[in-house]
């Protein structure tokens, strides 16, 4: 169960669609993939937003963002995941030592084939992926983290599938 902040509830009962995305974790820096362009919540407005560049000595930029080198309106499908509190095995004591972790798939557009690309120079596989939801005018700290895993498997096709698994 998620728990959501009043700011997020009254704006998601006014009827405002929050922005689903991934944040990929390569040897390089962060990357964003959402469906359409993330404007203004990794907007850098010309400053590098890894908390180094300070504006008056009272503003630390990035202190409430990932500084990422990427942002693409590449993600065609965010997956699904699921996480059940229910016992899977008959056996009681069993069922509750036991964790399940949750399995993501994700594809992202590789018609220019961008990724297969960039997979060669920075390999995904074994990196950090996280699922975020929040809306663009906020700060990425309000934003909820659906998931977070790393990257198991990688099919670069001209949709590329990015399968990963919780920690």
């Known amino acids: 169960m998620l728990r ?5 509830h009254d704006r998601l009962m006014r009827g405002e669609q929050p922005v689903i995305y991934a944040l990929v974790e390569t040897h390089l820096g962060y990357r964003a993939y959402a469906a359409k362009e993330l404007g203004a919540v990794f907007d850098p407005s010309g400053h590098l937003l890894d908390g180094s560049f300070i504006l008056d000595g009272s503003t630390l930029f990035g202190s409430e963002s990932a500084g ?5 309106a590449k993600l065609i499908d965010p997956g699904s995941f699921e996480r059940t509190i229910s016992p899977k095995k008959a056996d ?5 030592q036991g964790k ?4 993501i798939s994700i594809q992202l557009d590789n018609a220019d084939r961008y990724f ?6 920075e390999p995904f596989i074994g990196r950090t992926l996280r699922m975020y939801v ?3 005018d906020e700060s ?3 934003h909820l983290r659906l998931f977070t895993g790393i990257i198991s498997e990688i099919s670069v096709l001209p949709v590329m ?3 990963a698994d919780e920690r």
């Open 161 to 163: 599938t990015i399968e």
């Open 4 to 8: 959501i902040t009043k700011g997020i």
């Open 116 to 121: 297969s690309r960039l997979i060669a120079k």
């Open 68 to 72: 990422v080198m990427e942002k693409s």
């Open 134 to 136: 929040g809306f663009e």
């Open 140 to 142: 990425q700290s309000t």
């Open 92 to 96: 009681i004591l069993a069922a509750y």
């Open 100 to 103: 399940q972790k949750q399995h």
